[in-house]
């Protein structure tokens, strides 16, 4: 008789178990559909502002001396004309790093 006794007291409780496992698992599917299809919009534009930040970094940087006081680095102002993707002569050039170069090739 002990042994149906404790077997009724088992079973609410397992059912009581599954259904609150149940809505659990229903409350996390719900935030997850709320998260990915309602609030989509926001995280693709929160997304776009994190990744397209735009940061200036000063590049001047000090000169560098060796012991006996001569210059070993310093910060220099060119002009950068890169050139890439150009026809010269018929021939498509992918790497030429400065106008001057491509000066040079159309003399050749």
Request: aromatic letters at 8%.
């Amino acid at each position: 008789m002990a042994s149906s006794t404790a077997a009724n007291g088992a079973k609410p409780r397992l059912y009581l178990f599954t259904f609150l496992l149940c809505l659990w698992a229903v409350a996390i599917c719900g935030r997850l559909i709320y998260l990915q299809v309602i609030e989509y919009g926001d995280f693709v534009q929160r997304a776009a502002r994190q990744q397209q930040r735009t940061v200036d970094v000063e590049p001047r940087r000090g000169i560098i001396y060796d012991r006996n006081g001569q210059e070993l680095a310093m910060s220099v102002m060119v002009v950068d004309d890169a050139a890439s993707r150009l026809y010269v002569d018929g021939a498509l050039l992918l790497s030429c790093r400065t106008l001057h170069e491509v000066a040079i090739l159309n003399n050749l």
